[in-house]
């Protein structure tokens, strides 16, 4: 069941659930012959649900040291200075700048942050449901991950990178 954005949701401010929310990235590796699947934990975040939807507002911060995926060798390759950086850069960042209603649904713009460089995403909002405490939130968008500070690898990883988030939030 998906929740109707305008009328079923309770404005206020919300915490993400760390505990229960998670991201998952997709790409494709190999010169684009193989999927990769891996996940990464969620550190914290926010989100406020205006009176009307689209004064709505989210913040959310990924803890990039996090990353794994079915391979701990690629996984320390992708934590390490080519890639993610996670000494120099433990958190992937993200700010939204708009909440729409589109044709597809609800949209949420906003800035993500890897590696100290700022690039625009549009999350599509794939679902929200009420829990017992608060609300689980579903929502995806596919970035360029060269065009998001992820420069190295070319050729070697696909430049788009699918992102899934199962977001918990609660009062």
């Known amino acids: 069941m998906t929740t109707n954005l305008s009328t079923d949701l309770r404005p206020g401010t919300y915490t993400i659930d760390q505990s229960q929310s998670t991201c998952t990235l997709r790409a494709a590796h190999a010169f684009g012959l193989k999927p990769v699947t891996a996940t990464m934990a969620i550190r914290a975040g926010t989100v406020t649900i205006g009176a009307d939807p689209v004064r709505s507002s989210a913040s959310a911060q990924l803890d990039a040291a996090t990353f794994r995926s079915d391979d701990p060798k690629r996984d320390k390759d992708i934590r390490g200075k ?46 929200i449901e009420p829990t017992t405490a608060g609300y689980r939130c579903t929502a995806s968008c596919t970035l360029d991950r060269v065009a998001a500070g992820v420069k190295a690898g070319r050729g070697i990883i696909a430049r788009p990178v ?10």
């Open 162 to 171: 699918h992102l899934e988030f199962e977001i918990y939030f609660r009062s």
């Open 82 to 127: 080519r890639f993610l950086a996670v000494t120099d850069h433990p958190v992937i960042a993200f700010r939204s700048t708009g909440c729409v209603r589109a044709a597809a649904g609800w949209q949420v713009t906003g800035v993500l942050s890897v590696r100290g460089t700022d690039s625009e995403v549009t999350l599509t909002l794939d679902g």
